[in-house]
């Protein structure tokens, strides 16, 4: 008995005047997303974490708000005070490279939360109705998320708000929010979200497209981690290595990759990404084909995947021509130009503006594998391996770097509320 009334008294014992508040009411740049962190080979997830860490590393006082589910959601302390920005675990920051300036902050979200479809139970309402107007409200300057809900939530309670939208949704946009002066800018990776959003209520003025970008982490020379890939990959007496790393999807062009494989038995192929299942299917296809030169290492860790990217000789980009490829962001194209090492990519149309940059590349159609392996053939006569890299390539992309989207979105954001976020 006693232990519950000690509990309840917690919140409590902390003074209320503006001399003494706590480490809270700091006034923090929120990046919010209404998933649980971390997860492997999410995009999505990749792109809000590198955001909210590209303006940590601006000087911004930037805090990555998640979700936590499970057991170590029933603490009361943690129910009454949710909003505890901390440094990252050592496991969030290797999965995500999060660097030291980053905070985090994870709400719990204890059962029965989104165990029905049910409004009140769900994990929006809680961080709606609850967490953001009770707790995030009084340490916010500004949100940025992708949760429409959430942007929402944040205009009613006076919190300016930016918003991102990455793919087609069909979503109606209400005047009285994208109206509002709270309601700073929206951002999308391709002009035709842009064209669906402005067709759905969002107002010109008020939607930008700006790419994604790349980590620094690929851009610094890994050469022993990559020279040990090499050993470990090339085998058979092949000497070459073709690399795909992205998500296991017959969209992606991985199926086509696999029938390339069969046309190359000198090169040898290594597919970073996917999950078990993925994995385990996609190995079946190629023994189905009896293709023996290409190998599925799963999902990698972003360090893992760096040094793999430059143990390379070549990079594939085999995306196929579907609607995704209209809007699909070069976030893998970034990372592969990072490396310094010759891509092969097909024509679509999210990644032509790149075709004539100043980058160690070949290209060809979509959907056709006798084209693609040509290309393979034509890039690795062209452009040799080099371990250093190719310097135009490695040049050419740092205009991309996740610090540069921060710095252009912030470029939108009126300088009242600008001046506020930095101080």
């Not at 299942?277 to 893992?304: D, H, R």
């Amino acid at each position: 008995m006693k232990s519950r009334f000690y509990l309840i008294l917690i919140p409590y014992q902390f003074p209320i005047t503006n001399s003494q508040l706590p480490i809270t009411m700091s006034k923090y740049y929120v990046f919010f997303t209404r998933n649980v962190l971390p997860q492997s080979n999410v995009a999505s997830l990749v792109q809000v974490a590198h955001s909210a860490n590209a303006a940590a590393n601006l000087g911004y006082p930037a805090v990555l708000v998640y979700l936590r589910k499970g057991w170590n959601t029933l603490n009361p302390v943690d129910l009454l005070r949710p909003f505890q920005p901390r440094k990252p675990d050592d496991q969030l920051a290797k999965i995500y490279n999060i660097q030291d300036k980053l905070k985090v902050a994870d709400l719990p979200m204890p059962w029965p939360i989104d165990l029905w479809d049910s409004k009140w139970t769900s994990a929006s309402t809680i961080v709606s109705k609850y967490y953001l107007p009770i707790h995030l409200v009084k340490s916010t300057k500004i949100v940025h998320t992708r949760d429409w809900n959430f942007v929402k939530a944040a205009i009613k309670n006076g919190i300016p708000a930016i918003y991102e939208q990455h793919h087609h949704e069909d979503k109606d946009f209400q005047p009285e929010v994208v109206r509002n002066p709270l309601f700073q800018i929206s951002v999308t990776v391709a002009d035709t979200v842009r064209d669906s959003m402005i067709k759905n209520g969002m107002p010109p003025e008020k939607v930008i497209t700006l790419h994604n970008g790349f980590n620094h982490f690929f851009l610094a020379r890994q050469t022993e981690a990559a020279r040990n890939w090499r050993q470990q990959l090339l085998t058979d007496g092949r000497q070459y290595l073709a690399v795909y790393a992205g998500g296991l999807y017959p969209f992606k062009g991985v199926d086509m990759l696999v029938d390339v494989a069969q046309e190359l038995p000198l090169v040898q192929f290594a597919i970073a990404g996917g999950d078990s299942s993925q994995v385990t299917a996609y190995q079946k296809l190629a023994q189905s084909k009896q293709v023996n030169n290409i190998k599925f290492l799963g999902y990698l860790p972003q360090n893992q995947l760096a040094s793999l990217l430059q143990a390379a000789d070549v990079l594939t980009h085999p995306h196929c021509l579907t609607e995704a490829a209209t809007f699909t962001s070069p976030l893998k194209f970034f990372d592969y130009m990072a490396s310094g090492t010759p891509i092969v990519a097909t024509e679509i149309a999210s990644l032509m503006e790149f075709k004539s940059g100043n980058i160690a590349a070949t290209w060809c159609e979509p959907d056709n594998p006798h084209h693609f392996a040509q290309s393979i053939r034509d890039c690795l006569t062209k452009y040799p391996r080099k371990s250093e890299g190719y310097a135009e390539t490695m040049d050419f992309v740092k205009q991309f770097s996740w610090e540069n989207r921060i710095e252009r979105i912030m470029g939108y954001i009126d300088e009242g509320v600008r001046s506020q976020i930095i101080n």
